[in-house]
């Protein structure tokens, strides 16, 4: 059974610095892993997909890496802003018992930037 | 704008009532799911359709029910078995039930039991 870890859970920055958030999962067998951001009381905003053939995407501040076969992904927020303040969550795409593609979501970490 | 709409909002449901939250795309996306989140778990998969008039279980489906008679609307129901329905719900879409495709989702329904 497939499960995502998210680590830590809270992360507190002061405003300008760089920081990295951490993702990983216990089954190398996947489609893809995105990162996605949510702001208190709303649903989820797509950031970056990941493909398992690639090694990385970038938009922007953003930048996200993958290593398939050691089973971790990072979030990479460069120049930290208050606006950047979320709840980042990572999920992985993988076939189910089923035969239909499902994604595992991680249980997130919570981000403060500090002004 | 193309995008995913969930309603209402906000939900309060008596004991022992049906309620019905609402999923409306018009991404022309053949995929639609509903997901479950609890304060510090993450999002569980309660049902998905891959394609009209068909829907699976998914990890966590007792209690619930959907339908899928359109391709733009993927209605759940939270029935009196569901004995915890207290939680915030997200529909989401993707392009096909199959791999490799970027997952969209709503912006949630908050349903409470008083």
């Known amino acids: 059974k497939q499960e995502v870890t998210q680590i830590p859970a809270a992360l507190s920055v002061p405003e300008g610095e760089n920081l990295v958030l951490n993702c990983s999962f216990t089954?190398?067998?996947?489609?893809?892993l995105q990162w996605f951001r949510q702001d208190p009381g709303k649903g989820l905003t797509s950031l970056l997909l990941i493909q398992s053939s690639q090694r990385e995407q970038t938009s922007g501040r953003l930048n996200a890496s993958l290593d398939k076969s050691s089973g971790r992904s990072t979030l990479y927020i460069a120049a930290s802003q208050p606006g950047d303040s979320a709840t980042y969550l990572c999920?992985?795409?993988?076939?189910?018992?089923?035969?239909?593609?499902?994604?595992?979501f991680g249980t997130g970490t919570r981000l403060t930037i500090i002004p | 704008d193309g995008g995913i709409t969930q309603s209402p909002k906000y939900l309060f449901r008596k004991e022992g009532q049906n309620v019905t939250l609402s999923c409306e795309q018009n991404?022309?996306?053949?995929?639609m799911y509903w997901y479950r989140q609890d304060p510090g778990q993450g999002l569980r998969l309660i049902y998905y359709?891959?394609?009209?008039?068909?829907?699976q279980k998914g990890d966590i489906a007792e209690g619930y029910s959907v339908s899928r008679e359109k391709k733009e609307s993927f209605p759940l129901t939270v029935t009196s078995a569901q004995k915890n329905p207290t939680a915030f719900y997200l529909c989401?879409?993707?392009?096909?039930?199959?791999?490799?495709?970027?997952?969209?989702f709503g912006q949630g329904t908050r349903l409470t039991v008083v």
């Open positions: 359709s891959q394609i009209v008039n068909d829907f």
């Open positions: 991404l022309n996306h053949d995929a």
């Open positions: 989401a879409s993707t392009p096909s039930g199959g791999p490799w495709t970027e997952a969209f």
């Open positions: 999920a992985v795409s993988a076939i189910s018992n089923f035969g239909n593609e499902k994604l595992t």
């Open positions: 089954d190398s067998a996947i489609y893809n």
